[in-house]
């Protein structure tokens, strides 16, 4: 039996993993401990969680892992300002400092780090450091149902490589080809999120919800995708790219593009953080998604080509781009898609630790060749009726109990059914960015006002962002053109046409606020602008008790789908314990709260109207 502990830490979201024997059995992002969302720092409370769940100490474990190769980034940092010299001098002489001092002694702060978790030989401490494509590949390809698979990996950059196919097979991974910095598909879709005013590696999500605003008939919309293809990357036939790098600053600089070239191409000004977004903003946004599409699609087919197997596993930052990702499930280029549930760098954590299980040490590796080996994601910490009633009586809260778990669920469908927004707190905490049930805050998909309400008064973020459905597996096909599971909430596809309200004529010419709030199908909170939805399908093998509750919600509405948005308000972790739950449960206006089996109302609450007691400052994400 083996034991490895992945780490993933000091760029963005920080985390762990542990696999003993294959088996993925704890994951969990730093941050959700910490409270700092996408902290880049060594991830002591998540090993910390991962070791006490197992009951295991430092001294036991066979190896731990980190998830990339620090040499091979520091060659290419030095390498890139060689190449770019005399640019970049500030950012060469900002930069430098911090990897002589830190990061090229990595070993030492690995060793420092555990050293505060507990004593430990360090002489007998087996520490490994794959390369950060190979973990991505691994954290996708490993616990997938495939014996064999493609396996493709875009993101920002890892040491050199910014896209790669690799060949998975049996417990081996071989790579096939790789494209190298600066020329990255993760950096150019970052480029964007910077110029329309939202955060490098967090806003990418946002920009993705803004682009179905864009209009693709508009000649403007057209003529960004050209100046796009023209200007700024050169998209090649096996999906490779090259980018200009006059109009991009990221390789040398402290920002992602070049203001003033950007502005000459798309006629406007980078939008600053809150800055009134127009239909131009829409457009681009549509653009680069597009742009982006096209490249994934091609990279897939090359794939495919390269591979000869009918099935694909993704991983990297860009594996979270759900449309992309449905646009590739509608293609069939392959006949079976899976998706690494946390594809960015917390999933490093998972990958770095089956990769040295399977092919450091050697071991077998067993496939069912159904069911994914993560476990529905859920990974994180759990916590006893003790702890919940801990939490609610150090904050004097009101609760009561409700002994049978099956009388809940019909209780809370009834909340649900009268308009309601409840937390709802379940089970082992998610591993990776989506809420799938366990830290998750609900609504009645069918309410016309439920997207307005839970952006501007539960999540307190933009109003233009989109929410997703949680539907029953069985209902999938009922409400959405997809006929692939989706338990991760990785995959877009269209509602159903005959759950359509039909569009006035002159629709894209209108406000997009006015776009926003035209009633669009029957389960109007999740259907976006384009008829989309980001799909969780939900399982009654992998979350029993979230399948339950939906499934009392059909019984009483016929409608087996609710609204789901992950527990947190804007810049805020995912929470993870049950005091979080209540503090985030008090400074907003959820109406209930639902942790195991305890129901609080929020009128119920000791000076439950003072919301400025619990308000917490956030960095916006």
Same mark, same amino acid.
């Given at each position: 039996?083996?034991?490895?502990?992945?780490?993933?830490?000091?760029?963005?979201?920080?985390?762990?993993?542990?696999?003993?024997?294959?088996?993925?059995?704890?994951?969990? *992002?730093?941050?959700?401990?910490? +409270?700092?969302?996408?902290?880049?720092?060594?991830?002591?409370?998540?090993?910390?969680? =991962?070791?006490?769940?197992?009951?295991?100490?430092?001294?036991?474990?066979?190896?731990?892992?980190?998830?990339?190769?620090?040499?091979?980034?520091?060659?290419?940092?030095?390498?890139?300002?060689?190449?770019?010299?005399?640019?970049?001098?500030?950012?060469?002489?900002?930069?430098?400092?911090?990897?002589?001092?830190?990061?090229?002694?990595?070993?030492?702060?690995?060793?420092?780090?555990?050293?505060?978790?507990?004593?430990?030989?360090?002489?007998?401490?087996?520490?490994?450091?794959?390369?950060?494509?190979?973990?991505?590949?691994?954290?996708?390809?490993?616990?997938?149902?495939?014996?064999?698979?493609?396996?493709?990996?875009?993101?920002?950059?890892?040491?050199?490589?910014?896209?790669?196919? =690799?060949?998975?097979?049996?417990?081996?991974?071989?790579?096939?080809?790789?494209?190298?910095?600066?020329?990255?598909?993760?950096?150019?879709?970052?480029?964007?999120?910077?110029?329309?005013?939202?955060?490098?590696?967090?806003?990418?999500?946002?920009?993705?919800?803004?682009?179905?605003?864009?209009?693709?008939?508009?000649?403007?919309?057209?003529?960004?995708?050209?100046?796009?293809?023209?200007?700024?990357?050169?998209?090649?036939?096996?999906?490779?790219?090259?980018?200009?790098?006059?109009?991009?600053?990221?390789?040398?600089?402290?920002?992602?593009?070049?203001?003033?070239?950007?502005?000459?191409?798309?006629?406007?000004?980078?939008?600053?953080?809150?800055?009134?977004?127009?239909?131009?903003?829409?457009?681009?946004?549509?653009?680069? *998604?597009?742009?982006?599409?096209?490249?994934?699609?091609?990279?897939?087919?090359?794939?495919?080509?390269? =591979?000869?197997?009918?099935?694909?596993?993704?991983?990297?930052?860009?594996?979270?781009?759900?449309?992309? @990702?449905?646009?590739?499930?509608?293609?069939?280029?392959?006949?079976?898609?899976?998706?690494?549930?946390?594809?960015?760098?917390?999933?490093?954590?998972?990958?770095?630790?089956?990769?040295?299980?399977?092919?450091?040490?050697?071991?077998? +590796?067993?496939?069912?060749?159904?069911?994914?080996?993560?476990?529905?994601?859920?990974?994180?910490?759990?916590?006893?009726?003790?702890?919940?009633?801990?939490?609610?009586?150090?904050?004097?809260?009101?609760?009561?109990?409700?002994?049978?778990?099956?009388?809940?669920?019909?209780?809370?469908?009834?909340?649900?059914?009268?308009? @309601?927004?409840?937390?709802?707190? *379940?089970?082992?905490?998610?591993?990776?960015?989506?809420?799938?049930?366990?830290?998750?805050?609900?609504?009645?998909? +069918?309410?016309?006002?439920?997207?307005?309400?839970? @952006?501007?008064?539960?999540?307190? +973020?933009?109003?233009?962002?989109?929410?997703?459905?949680?539907?029953?597996?069985?209902?999938?096909?009922?409400?959405?053109?997809?006929?692939?599971?989706?338990?991760?909430?990785?995959?877009?596809?269209?509602?159903?046409?005959?759950?359509?309200?039909?569009?006035?004529?002159?629709?894209?010419?209108?406000?997009?606020?006015?776009?926003?709030?035209?009633?669009?199908?029957?389960?109007?909170?999740?259907?976006?602008?384009?008829?989309?939805?980001?799909?969780?399908?939900?399982?009654?093998?992998?979350?029993?008790?979230?399948? *339950?509750?939906?499934?009392?919600?059909?019984?009483?509405?016929?409608?087996?789908?609710?609204?789901?948005?992950?527990?947190?308000?804007?810049?805020?972790?995912?929470?993870?314990?049950?005091?979080?739950?209540?503090? =985030?449960?008090?400074?907003?206006?959820?109406?209930?709260?639902?942790?195991?089996?305890?129901?609080?109302?929020?009128?119920?609450?000791?000076?439950?109207? @003072?919301?400025?007691?619990?308000?917490?400052?956030?960095?916006?994400?």
């Amino acid at each position: 039996m083996k034991r490895i502990l992945g780490i993933s830490a000091f760029y963005h979201d920080s985390a762990a993993a542990l696999v003993v024997d294959g088996k993925v059995i704890a994951a969990a *992002q730093e941050e959700r401990f910490t +409270r700092i969302k996408h902290t880049s720092d060594f991830p002591l409370n998540a090993i910390q969680y =991962c070791l006490e769940y197992s009951g295991l100490s430092l001294d036991e474990l066979d190896a731990v892992v980190f998830y990339d190769k620090p040499l091979l980034k520091f060659e290419r940092l030095i390498e890139t300002y060689y190449a770019f010299a005399p640019k970049g001098l500030w950012q060469f002489l900002k930069s430098i400092p911090a990897w002589l001092k830190e990061k090229l002694f990595l070993k030492k702060l690995i060793h420092d780090g555990l050293k505060q978790i507990e004593n430990y030989d360090k002489n007998k401490l087996k520490l490994l450091f794959p390369e950060h494509h190979y973990s991505h590949a691994a954290s996708a390809f490993f616990p997938s149902p495939f014996h064999e698979a493609a396996i493709l990996t875009i993101d920002g950059v890892g040491e050199w490589a910014t896209a790669s196919i =690799c060949q998975g097979k049996g417990n081996s991974i071989k790579m096939l080809k790789e494209m190298r910095f600066p020329h990255s598909v993760g950096l150019l879709y970052s480029a964007f999120t910077y110029y329309l005013g939202f955060r490098v590696n967090s806003g990418e999500y946002k920009l993705m919800g803004l682009a179905p605003y864009g209009n693709p008939g508009d000649d403007q919309t057209k003529e960004f995708i050209k100046t796009i293809k023209e200007k700024l990357v050169s998209i090649k036939e096996d999906g490779s790219i090259w980018l200009n790098q006059e109009y991009f600053n990221y390789a040398t600089g402290l920002r992602m593009v070049r203001d003033k070239k950007w502005v000459g191409l798309f006629g406007f000004p980078r939008l600053e953080p809150g800055d009134k977004l127009e239909q131009k903003h829409c457009n681009l946004a549509f653009a680069i *998604q597009n742009v982006t599409e096209e490249i994934v699609l091609k990279m897939a087919r090359e794939a495919r080509t390269v =591979c000869g197997s009918e099935n694909l596993c993704l991983a990297g930052g860009v594996g979270l781009n759900c449309v992309a @990702n449905g646009k590739l499930l509608k293609e069939k280029i392959f006949s079976d898609l899976y998706i690494q549930p946390a594809a960015g760098d917390a999933g490093g954590a998972v990958g770095a630790a089956l990769m040295a299980y399977h092919m450091y040490f050697g071991e077998e +590796r067993h496939v069912n060749g159904n069911e994914d080996a993560m476990n529905g994601a859920f990974l994180g910490p759990e916590f006893s009726d003790k702890e919940a009633l801990l939490a609610f009586k150090k904050h004097k809260a009101n609760y009561s109990h409700q002994g049978d778990f099956e009388t809940l669920c019909h209780e809370v469908s009834e909340i649900l059914d009268q308009g @309601n927004v409840v937390g709802w707190f *379940q089970g082992r905490m998610e591993f990776g960015p989506r809420a799938l049930g366990n830290r998750t805050i609900l609504g009645d998909a +069918r309410n016309t006002e439920m997207q307005k309400k839970l @952006n501007l008064k539960i999540k307190y +973020r933009e109003g233009f962002r989109p929410f997703a459905p949680s539907v029953l597996y069985e209902d999938t096909q009922e409400f959405f053109d997809l006929d692939a599971p989706s338990p991760y909430m990785l995959l877009v596809a269209d509602v159903k046409k005959e759950r359509r309200k039909p569009l006035p004529e002159n629709f894209h010419k209108l406000d997009l606020w006015e776009k926003l709030y035209h009633e669009r199908s029957d389960v109007q909170s999740i259907t976006h602008l384009d008829f989309s939805a980001r799909v969780q399908s939900v399982h009654k093998e992998t979350n029993p008790k979230y399948w *339950q509750l939906i499934n009392a919600f059909k019984k009483r509405t016929g409608f087996g789908i609710l609204v789901n948005t992950s527990f947190n308000v804007r810049g805020e972790p995912i929470v993870c314990t049950p005091e979080d739950a209540y503090k =985030c449960f008090m400074r907003t206006e959820m109406d209930y709260l639902v942790v195991n089996n305890f129901i609080l109302k929020k009128t119920e609450q000791p000076d439950w109207e @003072n919301r400025e007691k619990w308000m917490v400052k956030f960095r916006m994400d």
